[in-house]
């Protein structure tokens, strides 16, 4: 097996990385018919050429910004970089914005690196557990008493995601259908609850307290010290309608009074 | 070892399976459930015999593939069909894929589960690709192993896919129909037949396929599997043909499953078609096509038969050369 096991290491690296054909020939017979470099190219191919194709397809709002060539000439550096450890592709790419982040050749697209985030966030809520949305009504059936002592907990699918470019409507305009929408890459930060309440993914925009409240209750706070911290952020936030806009927005997966 | 001891042939009698699985799908065709057709095929169950599903695009936590999927299996067998486990990786076996796939079993209760004679990853790295392995005492007794490992996790059997071919190694003394043969033997799995692969794996590394018919188990067979393929012809007159799953089944290799089902019998069959996906009632349209093959191929073996059991028709016997 050690003999089958450094094979497949080498091959594994020519898959990636294009070099080495000659370390493998070796353990390889010609049978006649096209050269072996063009038999191992295939291989190289559906490694490279398949991941670049999944990689896409989880960030269609990137690979439509930057073109489809581009995309998968940066796909496989980036694969080079982070080769993927799941046999499942569901979730492939985690990395990729912060591979944007560095990479040199999208320097001139600053806000691509968060519209990648937001894809992730996207394709977390689309696969993660589904949830029981709290109903409004549930905040009237509580001991008014104790409400600061609440704890309100997220859907399995929520992610919170602030930008300083407006990635929602980058990322709306470049859908099939896209409705007519002037995009201002200078029209100020966003504040994104990304979540699926029901079997569709939803893009809510947030006020930056109430972002900060989420991000409290996220962390297991209670609603009062998550009040703090939206006060904290924005003293202008409004408990009583910010919560309402919450629970009508079906934003929260359960609570507990301890 | 549970599964050692059973008879091959149990695998494709429904009156023999373990209680607590679905019976295996009739010996009709089915097609690749694909998201974009899941809407369609919910609203107009369209006559297939079964949906079969890669494991991995079902290895999320929750969302509308899961709904989908609960809600077609009121009306079809499912058919989980992984392409990640590396059963042919000379690295450990990825645990954690198949406590995965084990999630997926118990969600979808399928009828059928495989996965491949092939390795894909190495070290942790996946490679998106079916690679085949070197055929030798080692590889057999290592795959032995891992497919037992799996059963043991799954707490079934599980059909073993030969893969397609573009290299041949240097030291692989087993013939790749014996190599399936022997793991049948030693772990009670079944054997899914890619025709396909093995049109293919003729073409490409000169594998004969009748020899390679008459050399499987026929009882441990349960699956058959069919697909279009790309011949990439080169400029000096060679050819290869690639496995893309991306077109309709061409007429050689409907005359390779005719051939398989004759010597075989009919079994569950998938047209499977994973690239360039075409609108739903082209996959209906290539399954009943299988059907229809497949019916040709048992009726010439049920006349042959017929034929040389009447003492009243030498011409027969003389045609037939029996």
Redesign the interface.
């Known amino acids: ?1 050690r ?3 450094e094979f ?2 080498r ?2 690296d020519f ?2 990385d294009a070099d080495g054909r000659g370390a493998l020939a ?4 010609d ?4 050269p ?1 470099a ?3 190219s ?2 190289r191919n ?2 490279m050429l ?2 670049a194709g ?1 990689l896409g397809d989880a960030f269609p709002v990137v690979r439509r910004l930057v073109g489809e060539l581009f995309f998968d000439r940066m796909a496989q550096d980036f694969l080079r970089a982070h ?8 979730t492939i790419g985690a990395e990729f914005p912060a591979f944007l982040t560095g990479y040199a050749p999208v320097r001139e697209l600053p806000y691509l690196s968060d519209v990648a985030r937001l894809e992730c966030a996207w394709t977390h809520a ?5 949830g029981e949305p709290l109903l409004p009504q549930i905040l009237a059936t509580l001991d008014p008493e104790r409400l600061g002592e609440l704890r309100l907990s997220p859907l ?2 929520q992610r919170l995601l602030a930008s300083a470019y407006p990635v929602d409507a980058i990322w709306r305009s470049n859908q099939d259908a896209a409705p007519d929408e002037e995009i201002r890459l200078d029209s100020g930060p966003v504040h994104l609850l990304v979540h ?1 309440p029901e ?1 569709a993914v939803v893009f809510h925009p947030l006020s930056r307290g109430a972002f900060s409240f989420l991000m409290a209750l996220a962390a297991q706070q209670s609603l009062a010290a998550a009040w703090d911290s939206a006060l904290a952020t924005d003293p202008d936030f409004d408990l009583a309608s910010e919560l309402a806009a919450l629970l009508t927005a079906r934003a929260f997966g359960g609570y507990r009074l301890p | 070892m549970p599964f050692r001891t059973a008879h091959a042939t149990a695998l494709v009698r429904p009156t023999d399976r373990a209680a607590d699985h679905p019976a295996p799908p009739p010996a009709l065709a089915g097609i690749g459930l694909k998201a974009r057709h899941a809407a369609l095929l919910l609203d107009s169950r369209p006559p297939v015999a079964f949906l079969e599903i890669h494991a ?2 079902y ?9 989908w999927l609960a809600a077609l299996r009121e009306h079809y067998p499912v058919s989980v069909h992984g ?4 059963l042919g ?3 450990p076996l ?1 645990e954690d ?1 198949l406590e ?1 796939l084990a999630r997926v079993v118990e969600r979808s209760r399928p009828a059928l589960v495989s996965e491949h004679l092939a ?11 079916l ?1 085949p ?2 055929y030798t005492p ?2 057999l007794a ?1 795959v032995a192993a891992r497919i037992d490992r799996v059963q043991e996790r799954l707490r079934r059997p599980i059909l073993i896919e030969n893969p397609s071919a ?6 692989s003394p087993i013939p790749e129909a014996e190599f399936l043969a022997e793991l049948t033997r030693r772990t009670g799995c079944g054997i899914l037949l890619d025709v396909n692969n093995l049109f293919v794996c003729a073409h ?3 594998t004969d396929p009748l020899a390679y018919l008459d050399t499987l188990p026929a009882g441990a067979v349960g699956e058959y599997h069919l697909a279009g393929h790309h011949h990439r012809q ?1 400029p ?1 007159g ?3 043909r ?1 496995d893309d799953h991306g077109s309709r089944v061409i007429p050689e290799v409907w005359a390779l499953y005719r051939a398989a089902v004759a010597r075989i019998g009919a079994r569950p069959t998938l047209i499977e078609w994973d690239s360039d996906i075409p609108p739903l009632d082209v996959l209906c349209d290539e399954a009943a096509r299988a059907d229809a093959e497949a019916a040709t191929a048992e009726t010439a073996i049920t006349e042959t038969k017929e034929a040389l059991a009447t003492p009243t028709s030498p011409e027969v016997r003389d045609a037939v050369g029996a």
Do not use: K
């Open positions: 097996m003999s089958v096991r497949q290491t091959m594994r898959a990636f070796g353990a390889l017979t049978c006649g018919g096209p072996m063009d038999r191992l295939i291989h559906t490694t398949g991941l999944a080769p993927p450890r799941r046999a499942s592709l569901l689309y696969h993660a557990a589904d399995p699918s699926r079997m | 991995e695009n290895m999320g936590a929750g969302g509308p593939p899961h709904r392409v990640g486990l590396s990786g000379a690295t990825d894929h995965a390795w894909s990853q190495s070290d942790g790295v996946h490679l998106n690709d690679l392995i070197p080692a590889t290592h573009y290299i041949r190694y240097a030291d490409n590394i000169g080169f000096d060679t050819s290869l690639i």
